[in-house]
């Protein structure tokens, strides 16, 4: 006698919602860190209205050959330009480089609205037409823009939203930095930082730049997630010593990514701390590793693993991160300009989370540079 097949249960949907919440979940914690504001309302600007801490990195949405018809957006264009969609009162952007025209039309947009919208932009790329064009559609629709209209660059790549969202990082706002560069941006929401940041920003919209700004603020040890964040501007708060005071400390491992490293103290400080025992690497954008006053080949004869990357457009990272807890990031790069004439801004970041994904990044651009990529 042949027997009917069992049918299955079927699974019940309390389960199968559960499944996809646990999924959801752990995709979340993966890309953003985020953590419960304190109970009660902030009594004082000099306390973040909440601590969540969002990092990026183009890196993993790159394509190559970049071709428009190939791009994938990646999540700090889409989370950047619906800041400036959902901001009430104020947007002020410094940017070294402006071409983006997705994020012109949300600044725009919030003018129209009602938003105060201001911009600092460097004059070096006044001469690209894609830049001229979009910054002379935010100056028709009454979005006064700055320019630095001096040699040394007006470097900085951030945003400041309702006096409350920062963004920073390396990430200028062009699509080469978006499509073909490895990139960092993190995204902190903090009265306190976006105080600082915003300071900044009114120094240079008043048209102070270089020397000629005042360091009058303190920003040392801001509460973000479970850890801090240093705040330097150039060149008025002499960032340099206190990278070499991180490096000077590092007890067990620094690994660095840089677009351009011609600084000989910090270069020195590195051997120094690779002589006493600390595991020391990284990787330096072939382009720049054997140009003029690069530490490349100091840093490979001292016996120093340094390698150069394998992005076939450009690995634009300003980073260290030492001991697996503190990470060095923001427009920096590790030059005598970026200390003594141009403007700049650094983040010292000691938070093990963010360091983790800072890690992550490293191990995709150290494979990047042992397997480069080809454009053509």
């Given at each position: 006698?042949?027997?009917?097949?069992?049918?299955?249960?079927?699974?019940?949907?309390?389960?199968?919602?559960?499944?996809?919440?646990?999924?959801?979940?752990?995709?979340?914690?993966?890309?953003?860190?985020?953590?419960?504001?304190?109970?009660?309302?902030?009594?004082?600007?000099?306390?973040?209205?909440?601590?969540?801490?969002?990092?990026?990195?183009?890196?993993?949405?790159?394509?190559?050959?970049?071709?428009?018809?190939?791009?994938?957006?990646?999540?700090?264009?889409?989370?950047l330009?619906?800041?400036?969609?959902?901001?009430?009162?104020?947007?002020?952007?410094?940017?070294?480089?402006?071409?983006?025209?997705?994020?012109?039309?949300?600044?725009?947009?919030?003018?129209?609205?009602g938003?105060?919208?201001?911009?600092?932009?460097?004059?070096?790329?006044?001469?690209?037409?894609?830049?001229?064009m979009?910054?002379?559609?935010?100056?028709?629709?009454?979005?006064?823009?700055?320019?630095?209209?001096?040699?040394?660059?007006?470097?900085?790549?951030?945003?400041?939203?309702?006096d409350?969202?920062?963004?920073?990082?390396?990430?200028?706002?062009?699509?080469?930095?978006?499509?073909?560069?490895?990139n960092?941006?993190?995204?902190?929401?903090?009265?306190?930082?976006?105080?600082?940041?915003?300071?900044?920003?009114?120094?240079?919209?008043?048209?102070?730049?270089?020397?000629?700004?005042?360091?009058?603020?303190?920003?040392?040890?801001?509460?973000?997630?479970?850890?801090?964040?240093?705040?330097?501007?150039?060149?008025?708060?002499?960032?340099?010593?206190?990278?070499?005071?991180?490096?000077?400390?590092?007890?067990?491992?620094?690994?660095?990514?840089?677009?351009?490293?011609?600084?000989?103290?910090?270069?020195?400080?590195?051997?120094?701390?690779?002589?006493?025992?600390?595991?020391?690497?990284?990787?330096?954008?072939?382009?720049?590793?054997?140009?003029?006053?690069?530490?490349?080949?100091?840093l490979?004869?001292?016996g120093?693993?340094?390698?150069?990357?394998?992005?076939?457009?450009?690995?634009?990272?300003?980073?260290?991160?030492?001991?697996?807890?503190?990470?060095?990031?923001?427009?920096?790069?590790?030059?005598?300009?970026?200390?003594?004439?141009?403007?700049?801004?650094?983040?010292?970041?000691?938070?093990?989370?963010?360091?983790?994904?800072?890690?992550?990044?490293?191990?995709?651009?150290?494979?990047?540079?042992?397997?480069p990529?080809?454009?053509?």
């Amino acid at each position: 006698m042949s027997r009917h097949p069992r049918r299955r249960r079927p699974i019940p949907l309390w389960l199968a919602l559960l499944a996809l919440l646990g999924l959801y979940a752990t995709y979340a914690l993966i890309h953003t860190l985020s953590y419960p504001a304190p109970t009660g309302s902030p009594q004082s600007n000099d306390r973040p209205i909440n601590r969540q801490v969002q990092v990026f990195f183009t890196t993993p949405t790159l394509r190559y050959p970049d071709a428009p018809n190939r791009r994938a957006t990646p999540p700090m264009l889409r989370e950047l330009i619906g800041d400036v969609s959902r901001a009430r009162t104020s947007i002020d952007v410094a940017a070294f480089d402006l071409d983006l025209p997705q994020l012109v039309d949300a600044l725009i947009a919030a003018r129209k609205r009602g938003v105060n919208v201001r911009a600092v932009i460097d004059s070096e790329h006044l001469g690209d037409p894609a830049v001229a064009m979009l910054t002379g559609r935010m100056q028709e629709r009454h979005i006064p823009v700055v320019f630095d209209r001096r040699a040394p660059f007006m470097h900085n790549k951030f945003a400041v939203i309702d006096d409350v969202i920062v963004w920073t990082g390396s990430w200028n706002l062009t699509e080469n930095c978006t499509f073909r560069n490895n990139n960092n941006a993190i995204r902190i929401e903090s009265r306190r930082i976006a105080a600082a940041y915003r300071r900044e920003f009114e120094q240079m919209h008043a048209g102070s730049f270089g020397t000629a700004k005042q360091s009058d603020m303190p920003r040392s040890g801001t509460p973000i997630g479970n850890g801090v964040m240093d705040i330097y501007f150039s060149p008025q708060d002499k960032a340099l010593p206190f990278i070499l005071e991180q490096i000077e400390q590092a007890r067990s491992s620094i690994v660095f990514m840089a677009f351009s490293f011609t600084s000989a103290p910090m270069a020195e400080a590195l051997v120094d701390a690779a002589a006493r025992g600390v595991h020391v690497e990284g990787i330096i954008e072939k382009r720049n590793a054997g140009g003029t006053g690069s530490v490349f080949a100091q840093l490979r004869s001292s016996g120093l693993n340094v390698w150069e990357d394998g992005n076939c457009y450009i690995m634009h990272h300003k980073v260290m991160i030492i001991d697996h807890e503190t990470v060095v990031t923001g427009s920096y790069n590790f030059t005598n300009n970026a200390e003594n004439t141009n403007d700049e801004n650094l983040a010292i970041i000691r938070d093990t989370t963010i360091a983790r994904f800072f890690l992550q990044e490293y191990a995709r651009i150290r494979r990047q540079a042992h397997e480069p990529t080809r454009c053509n």
